[in-house]
């Protein structure tokens, strides 16, 4: 292994290309969609993908299509320990995007620690969802800022892209009086988003993750059943609140998430919209709103941000600027 | 005026209050604005403003009241030199929001080159609109370096916060189609607008900056009446463009910038609107849109704003990073 650390760190290439190595951690929906749009992308590239069946380094690229029905076990190398094996390789990548399923508050901010310990110097990214989870990560800023990290939480659509937008509407007025967001999903069938579907279970009145991890798939569908189809989510723990109080733009108990999944038809059921209310310096109360195209999927609107946010976090790395920062403060800048 | 200088120097005090000492140049409708947000604000304070009356300078700040009805060279010093008297003496200011009227296009690159040869070293904020004007003070950039500058051009609404909103949306896509913002504006009675009026007819078709100044009272009268009070405007020169092709997000044919004014009815024609279409990762086709609140004004949109790249670029500024950077590159910050 130490012959292969060695080979990696002759080959990052970033200065011969142009192109950032990227590594995404995770190779589910979002880390696949993230290696679909890297290749896509000149100012960036696949250099590492890994999830619980191993990984793949390759610095000069990764092919997307040779992921296509495959796990990174299958086609790098199988191990129990892949998050593991990128942290020890991690001085080739320039840039890290978490998409590793949303387990416990601790996990990603324990797998971050990981990095700083090794005394990794780059740009990481995450589209963590719960407050307590981000709150975690910015407790981590004086030792990211030590190993040299710019590292941006929250940075997917909601939080991310939505919050980042409230940011932004809240500058016309004098004092923000809510922030309420509410999202549209619409899946065909609820089997193909398990996990998704379980999450948002969890997040009804009277279930919690707890039990809704223990429900048979019986039980899931009966509980679809039950509700023709449709989840109606309202005051969901989401750490765009952490973030716009944290920006100093308005209080946390003064923003609101919310959404409607829709798990029997594609179309979103609503139209996925963040609405600020304030009042302006003349007195006058209104609203501003972004309102995300139907047609864009959640995929879309989480990486496409998040790797905007990574090319932020790169030119604030290449200034020497480094620890900790909720997307509701930085500028996503698009990725060419 | 040396001793005036010198004393000025000493009450420099943002480390004693907090608070960063803003000069207003400009005292029309944006001007005024500003004055009056600011005395609002606990981070910054109006510490000057300056027109061709003359100027006052109070670095412990300035009661937008002293204001009402009044202009500055009827508070403070009468000069034809009052931009000059602020150069003079911008060592005693943090930041300089430019609200002077939009006359031709090297009036305000001229003025901030008088700011970077006398030596000033601290933010500047522009809501300049044409393109034209805009180009002029990118091509600033390596003066502006020099003398320690952080600059923000075409910080208002649009340019400025339809403009970023559109830099945002853009992640979503990996190829940005288009970007059109249509913008609404009511006013009840045009007299209270003439400047702004009179420049909206010069973009009409058959009319030009030159054929507009030259209309008497009488003339836009009758050619308000023949138009039922309404002003239709498509393809302005909207510096719009040039930000958003700067930042690497779409090039500046696609970007189209109109408005319908009513200049008989305060209420807005239509909704002022961003709406960014684009091609996603998966190859669809879908647009977010970004919708100002009807009832807020055309002030609170530009200076609200302004003052949130203001604040950015204080932050900027504190970390030695100098320069000309548009609106769509850095996140208004919102200003306490």
Redesign the interface.
């Known amino acids: 292994m130490e012959q292969q650390v060695l080979q990696i760190r002759r080959s990052r290439s970033k200065s011969r290309t142009g192109a950032a190595n990227i590594a995404v951690l995770g190779a589910g929906g979002l880390g696949m ?1 993230a290696a ?2 890297l290749a ?1 992308k000149k100012e960036m590239r696949l250099s590492a993908i890994a999830d619980k069946t191993g990984f793949v380094i390759e610095p000069e690229g990764i092919d997307p299509q040779v992921l296509v029905d495959k796990k990174p076990g299958d086609i790098g190398t199988r191990t129990d320990d892949a998050i593991g094996e990128i942290i020890r390789n991690s001085h080739a990548f320039d840039g890290i995007f978490i998409a590793l399923p949303n387990l416990t508050n601790d996990f990603i901010p324990d797998v971050v620690s990981g990095f700083a310990e090794h005394g990794y110097s780059g740009v990481m990214v995450d589209a963590l969802k719960r407050s307590g989870a981000v709150e975690m990560i910015f407790k981590l800023d004086d030792k990211l800022k030590q190993s040299g990290i710019t590292y941006i939480t929250g940075a997917g659509a909601t939080p991310g ?1 939505l919050t ?2 409230a ?8 004092e ?1 009086l809510g922030v309420d967001i509410n999202f549209g999903v619409g899946v065909s069938n609820w089997e193909s988003y398990r996990a998704t579907i379980r999450e948002d279970i969890a997040h009804l009145d009277g279930f919690d993750l707890d039990r809704a991890s223990r429900m048979t798939c019986a039980e899931i569908k009966d509980e679809l059943d039950r509700r023709c189809g449709i989840l109606r989510l309202g005051s969901m723990e989401h750490a765009d609140d952490v973030l716009l109080e944290r ?3 308005v209080s946390r108990e003064k923003v609101s998430v919310g959404g409607v999944v829709d798990t029997r038809n594609p179309k979103k059921p609503v139209s996925t919209t963040m609405t600020l209310r304030g009042r ?3 007195g ?14 959640m ?3 989480v ?3 998040a ?2 946010w990574m090319k932020a976090g790169l030119e604030f790395h290449a ?1 020497g ?1 480094f620890g900790v920062f909720g997307s ?9």
Do not use: K, Y
């Not at 940011?167 to 004098?174: D, G, I, R, V, Y």
């Not at 209104?286 to 047609?295: A, K, P, Q, T, V």
């Open positions: 969609a679909r749009m896509q892209l980042c937008a940011a932004l509407a809240a500058n016309s007025f004098m923000v920006a100093g733009i302006t310096f003349d006058t109360v209104s609203s501003h709103r972004f309102i995300l195209g139907d047609e864009t999927t995929a879309a609107n990486v496409g941000p790797l905007g200034r600027i509701a403060e930085i500028m996503p800048r698009f990725v060419r």
